[in-house]
T-cell receptor
């Protein structure tokens, strides 16, 4: 079955540590996105990519980095510069960003310990 | 002003009633509008999309769009306890190709 796989489901980060969240899709979608969700708030865009080897910053890119070396993969690194990383992270993809809704992965819940 | 605004709720309706969820958006150039359902602790799931003014029906769901008023709504007929979830309104800004989400309305359907 086609879909988006995010891993791990739960992740714990120590202070000063970088962590990488995985996002893999087998839907043959061109566009991929990373959102952050905090309680009581809407999804906020971190980064998005519409084509391999190209990506753009979203509204809250500071403290995060991404890569898009393959169409299927769009990993997100949460760096030590991100001071408040505890949140629910959602990866999404779409075939045509201007016309289609998004398919979401199951999410990664990141907690700072 | 937030780009996409929704009443946070909670909205409570009895089983079998019609649930009405509302959303307003600020960017007039927006072209695509979506409703997602998100169960607690889970990721959003696309349930409706609408692109032109008027109504669009899919089973028990009806999406309504009024671009002049910058207003989108979702009606759920014959509400079921399984419809209890947070409903996210999303608006796609064509020129920037990214989706803007509201904070969501929490719906509870009581048996």
């Amino acid at each position: 079955d086609g879909g988006i796989t995010q891993s791990p489901k739960y992740l714990f980060r120590k202070e000063g540590q970088n962590v990488t969240l995985s996002c893999e899709q087998n839907l043959n979608h061109d566009a991929m996105y990373w959102y952050r969700q905090d309680p009581g708030q809407g999804l906020r865009l971190i980064y998005y990519s519409q084509i391999v080897n190209d990506f753009q910053k979203g509204d809250i890119a500071e403290g995060y980095s991404v890569s898009r070396e393959k169409k299927e993969s769009f990993p997100l690194t949460v760096t030590s510069a991100q001071k408040n990383p505890t949140a629910f992270y959602l990866c999404a993809s779409s075939p045509k960003p201007e016309a289609s809704g998004y398919t979401f992965g199951s999410g990664t819940r990141l907690t700072v310990v | 002003q937030k780009e996409v605004e929704q009443n946070s709720g909670p909205l409570s309706v009895p089983e079998g009633a019609i649930a009405s969820l509302n959303c307003t958006y600020s960017d007039r150039v927006s072209q695509s509008f979506f409703w997602y359902r998100q169960y607690s602790g889970k990721s959003p799931e696309l349930i409706m999309s609408i692109y032109s003014n008027g109504d669009k029906e899919d089973g028990r769901f009806t999406a309504q769009l009024n671009k002049a008023s910058q207003y989108v709504s979702l009606l759920i007929r014959d509400s079921q306890p399984s419809d209890s979830a947070t409903y996210l309104c999303a608006v796609n800004r064509e020129y920037n190709n990214d989706m803007r989400f509201g904070a969501g309305t929490r719906l509870t359907v009581k048996p």
